[in-house]
T-cell receptor
Framework: QKEVEQDPGPLSVPEGAIVSLNCTYS??????FMWYRQYSRKGPELLMY????GNKEDGRFTAQVDKSSKYISLFIRDSQPSDSATYLC??????????FGKGTTLSVSS | EPEVTQTPSHQVTQMGQEVILRCVPI?????FYWYRQILGQKVEFLVS????????KSEIFDDQFSVERPDGSNFTLKIRSTKLEDSAMYFC?????????????FGPGTRLTVT
């Protein structure tokens, strides 16, 4: 079983749609759950992180963690063309390397 | 807003040559990282560096790789004898432990092409 699984997509949605991005993981020791956004040929940019199970909201973005199922999600409300990018889930234990998913490529059309 | 910078943006080298990739982390950050991303694959951790020492490294980071902080601002990754499979985007990242251990800020990357 892979440590992190993420559907690569691509995912295409119309502007204004609600987008759901997901990852599963197998390592129970992961403590931090993150979402990064990466535009083409750029470095990953941290969007949000959570430490425990539950939801965290930041504007149009909501991160959800279910530790019992080892499943994390990122929801984007009212998606915009500028949200078109690759979204990477990432995990780590405190102070150590980030373990990334392969990323889901999202395209939002106007 | 402070950001991580990397030079060069693109490096082409021949197999067997040495390359040095350079990074300037955010000035008040204490932890430094190198990651790589082979085209079409996931971002992979190479090494972390704190207090002038390697704090963690992956299996990828073998004897061909080394890191250095030659002065107060630069952080470098050296590949001694490049192989074709070293072709990838190399990302430097830094973090300020006081703000939380997970906020690693990435630079724009150096595209390394080994021919």
């Amino acid at each position: 079983q892979k440590e992190v699984e993420q559907d690569p997509g691509p995912l295409s949605v119309p502007e204004g749609a609600i987008v759901s991005l997901n990852c599963t993981y197998s390592n129970s020791a992961f403590q931090y759950f993150m979402w990064y956004r990466q535009y083409s040929r750029k470095g990953p940019e941290l969007l949000m992180y959570t430490y425990s199970s539950g939801n965290k909201e930041d504007g149009r973005f909501t991160a959800q963690v279910d530790k019992s199922s080892k499943y994390i999600s990122l929801f984007i409300r009212d998606s915009q063309p500028s949200d078109s990018a690759t979204y990477l889930c990432a995990f780590n234990q405190a102070g150590t390397a980030l373990i990334f998913g392969k990323g889901t490529t999202l395209s939002v059309s106007s | 807003e402070p950001e991580v910078t990397q030079t060069p943006s693109h490096q082409v080298t021949q197999m067997g040559q040495e390359v040095i990739l350079r990074c300037v982390p955010i000035s008040n950050h204490l932890y430094f990282y190198w990651y790589r991303q082979i085209l079409g694959q996931k971002v992979e951790f190479l090494v972390s560096f704190y207090n002038n020492e390697i704090s963690e490294k992956s299996e990828i980071f073998d004897d061909q790789f080394s890191v250095e902080r030659p002065d107060g601002s630069n952080f470098t990754l050296k590949i001694r004898s490049t192989k074709l499979e070293d072709s990838a985007m190399y990302f430097c990242a830094s973090s300020d432990r006081d703000r939380g251990p997970v906020e690693q800020y990435f630079g724009p990357g150096t595209r390394l092409t080994v021919t």
